[in-house]
């Protein structure tokens, strides 16, 4: 994949992250990883609970609900332009919440 992020913003620096990560397994698969040493390292990657969240995060992000409900359907009151709130929950559940409003609204049960 080719993206063009510029590598100063907080994204970028992050994806230039994920890429040295890449990178240093590129070289170390074409490498002799047969010392116990080197085992070791490894079985200690596997382990590695940051490693765990990295790819557990991506995951996450997309499992997360695409749910929205209209702003003005819920807080016309209280502001002058509408726009799309999204449900801020990922995997199953009931009730779509949205994490900065605290607005919570039923998720249509489908069978
Ligand atoms: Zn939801």
């Keep these: 994949m080719i993206t063009n992020t510029d590598c100063r913003t907080e994204a970028g620096i992050t994806v230039g992250l994920v890429d040295a990560i890449i990178t240093a397994a590129r070289v170390l698969v074409a490498r002799d990883l047969s010392p116990s040493a080197v085992r070791e390292a490894l079985a200690d990657l596997r382990q590695d609970e940051d490693v765990a969240a990295l790819l557990a995060a991506e995951?996450?992000?997309?499992a997360a609900c695409k749910e929205e409900v209209w702003?003005?359907?819920?807080?016309?009151?209280?502001?002058?332009?509408?726009?799309?709130?999204?449900?801020?929950?990922?995997?199953?559940?009931l009730e779509h919440?949205?994490?900065h409003t605290g607005l919570t609204w039923p998720a249509l049960v489908t069978a």
């Design 59 to 62: 995951a996450a992000v997309s």
């Design 71 to 93: 702003s003005w359907d819920h807080f016309r009151d209280s502001q002058v332009d509408g726009y799309w709130i999204r449900c801020s929950l990922t995997g199953p559940h």
């Design 97 to 99: 919440e949205d994490s």
